[in-house]
């Protein structure tokens, strides 16, 4: 085996689907849209709870 043959064996890899260019960018997108959703609903559901804590006096 030559030198130059081991040196290209060296610097292979391979990616699996979804782990770069075109998919791994639309991939990236939905998590991060999924992300954004469920901390605005975590956040919408914390703040009705304070809100009823407070209004009730709990919070005194």
Known sequence: ???K???KDQQRFY???GQGGRAHRRKQKF???WSAI???IIA???ATAMYF???AGMGR
């Open 5 to 7: 043959k081991r040196d």
């Open 15 to 17: 990616l699996l689907p």
């Open 53 to 55: 804590i407070n209004r």
């Open 31 to 33: 998590i991060l849209a």
């Open 44 to 46: 919408a559901i914390l």
């Open 38 to 40: 469920v901390a605005f």
């Open 1 to 3: 085996m030559s030198r």
